[in-house]
């Protein structure tokens, strides 16, 4: 589960930011599936090599916002509510800050639009094939 999610210490975005971006792009880009059971807190901050109370934060943080949901003593899941009638708007909402971000960093490290295109074109055909 972890190579899912690649967190940088050295970057400066907070570890917390960048977990709750990474899970968020998981579910975006169908990495993570709706019902799909992510690890306990533990789990995933030893994979992560992170503080536990920061993946706990994370996951408070995406449960309050409706995209996760816990089930007391089987665990956290990756929430249907959040792609309901009422929460579509939020998450196209979500799905364009996301877009926004990833061109801005990207521009300010000189890829083009182009480029991106192309990577992702490619990385979307390698998901095919390997399906």
Same mark, same amino acid.
């Given at each position: 589960m972890s190579q899912i999610f690649s967190l940088s210490p050295s970057h400066p975005m907070p570890l917390y930011a960048q977990l709750t971006r990474a899970i968020?792009?998981?579910?975006? #880009?169908g990495r993570l599936r709706i019902g799909e059971q992510l690890p306990t807190v533990r789990q995933l901050a030893v994979e992560l090599r992170v503080n536990a109370n920061t993946v706990a934060k994370v996951y408070a943080e995406l449960e309050r916002s409706g995209i996760l949901e816990t089930r007391r003593g089987v665990g956290t899941f990756v929430s249907a509510r959040h792609l309901e #009638? /009422?929460?579509?708007?939020?998450?196209?909402?979500?799905?364009?800050?996301?877009?926004?971000?990833?061109?801005?960093?990207?521009?300010?490290? /000189?890829?083009?639009?182009d480029d991106?295109?192309?990577?992702?074109?490619s990385r979307r055909k390698k998901e095919i094939?390997?399906?």
């Open positions: 968020r792009f998981a579910i975006a #880009t #009638t /009422g929460h579509r708007e939020e998450h196209e909402k979500h799905l364009q800050e996301l877009v926004d971000r990833f061109l801005e960093e990207a521009s300010a490290m /000189g890829f083009s639009r991106l295109l192309d990577q992702l074109q094939k390997n399906v």
